[in-house]
């Protein structure tokens, strides 16, 4: 009889990372059933889709709120699916809100439990992990600092690779000279990206601030200021909050390209900042929330394990590149750290050679395998 595996995951980045195991676990076992909760890359690699995460896209403790009716319906219909369709195991990406709680549903169901990408439980909500011990069979961890931390309190943790290296490697050896030419850029002109999030309200919080520091950049340094710009946020969006002053600057909807055709980065703090750290990119990192949200934050995080917000700071276990965080998140603050970046040669060199160790750290010596491949093995061998 065909293996069994339901999947959920709950965001546009667990969607992606589970699809490339998925798509992993139909090349080792093509006759697997997969079905669950995911979006357009986990249908793509052929998953019977229960619930797209379209319906359910939210930010930040107080929004989570607004959403609550609907992960009541959510969790009652994954539950219903576990119940008929019986998996053989349930791997959970991510998303933690949800997934630790329908861990313990799908364990007291007599389910396997697979975790992949561990909630960041040493930064806050420590008490998460008595739930992964006793719920999750295994945990596949992308930060190597967590499989020691995880198994310290008992948890089966294994670090596989991160799986960013998958992504990055497709640019790595892109011409920055064809991109530069491609998005109508002149040659050797040095750019300075700004990545102010992918969700509206990230935007609508730093959107403003990075404008100015850009329309600054571009006047003292001649430097060509380029933003990111999801591909789930129409351009307008970045005129209704910045006005006419928008059309000045060009927008990217590629992350990975614009950050390889970089000089310099100012990023909001999370994965973009990882992706910066593994091509080299010196950048400034930056996180703005709501005063609300910030409070409830500052009351959770937890020092002990981890001081950084930066992921690049967090992989290599020191401070590399600047972190402005909330009231610090100022013009004047940002153009200050860039400029230092554009005239110091040598500090941009030093940041420049800390950041290249990055991919080094997050490699996972298994061949020519990647992180999605090994996790697929791992899951197989355990069904």
């Not at 349930?90 to 992949?116: E, Q, S, T």
Request: proline residues 3%.
């Amino acid at each position: 009889m065909a293996k069994k595996l339901m999947v959920i995951a709950g965001e546009a980045s667990g969607d992606l990372h589970a699809s490339k195991v998925i798509c992993a676990l139909k090349r080792l076992n093509p006759e697997i059933e997969i079905f669950g909760v995911g979006g357009e890359k986990m249908k793509r690699c052929g998953v019977d889709l229960i619930y797209d995460i379209s319906e359910i896209a939210v930010i930040g403790f107080v929004d989570v709120f607004k959403g609550y009716v609907k992960f009541i319906e959510l969790k009652d219909l994954c539950e219903s699916a576990l119940i008929e369709r019986k998996p053989d195991g349930v791997l959970l990406v991510d998303y933690p809100g949800f997934n630790l709680r329908f861990a313990r549903f799908a364990k007291k169901n007599g389910i396997k439990v697979f975790y992949y990408i561990a909630p960041q439980v040493w930064a806050w909500g420590r008490g998460r992990v008595k739930v992964l011990k006793k719920f999750v069979d295994k945990l596949f961890v992308i930060f190597k600092f967590e499989e020691s931390f995880f198994k310290s309190y008992g948890v089966e943790a294994e670090f596989v690779g991160h799986p960013l290296l998958e992504d990055i490697a497709k640019v790595e050896n892109l011409d920055v000279d064809f991109l530069l030419s491609k998005y109508g850029i002149e040659p050797n002109r040095e750019v300075v990206s700004f990545f102010p999030g992918s969700r509206i309200g990230e935007i609508r919080l730093m959107f403003n601030t990075m404008l100015e520091v850009g329309k600054i950049l571009k006047e003292k340094f001649g430097v060509e200021v380029v933003f990111s710009r999801a591909k789930t946020i129409c351009e307008d969006e970045f005129f209704k909050i910045g006005g006419e002053d928008v059309k000045f600057f060009k927008f990217v909807d590629e992350p990975h390209a614009l950050l390889k055709m970089s000089k310099v980065a100012v990023v909001k703090s999370g994965t973009t900042s990882l992706e910066a750290g593994i091509l080299g990119i010196p950048m400034v990192v930056c996180y703005k929330t709501s005063a609300l949200n910030y409070f409830i934050g500052k009351l959770l995080v937890k020092k002990d394990v981890i001081e950084s917000i930066a992921l690049p700071n967090i992989v290599l276990g020191k401070e590399v590149v600047p972190e402005l965080i909330q009231n610090d998140f100022t013009v004047q603050r940002v153009f200050e750290l860039v400029k230092r970046y554009l005239e110091d040669e040598k500090f941009f060199s030093e940041v420049r050679g800390e950041l290249l160790k990055i991919k080094e750290i997050l490699k996972f010596d298994f061949g020519y395998k990647t992180t999605s491949e090994i996790v697929a093995e791992k899951i197989l061998s355990m069904l």
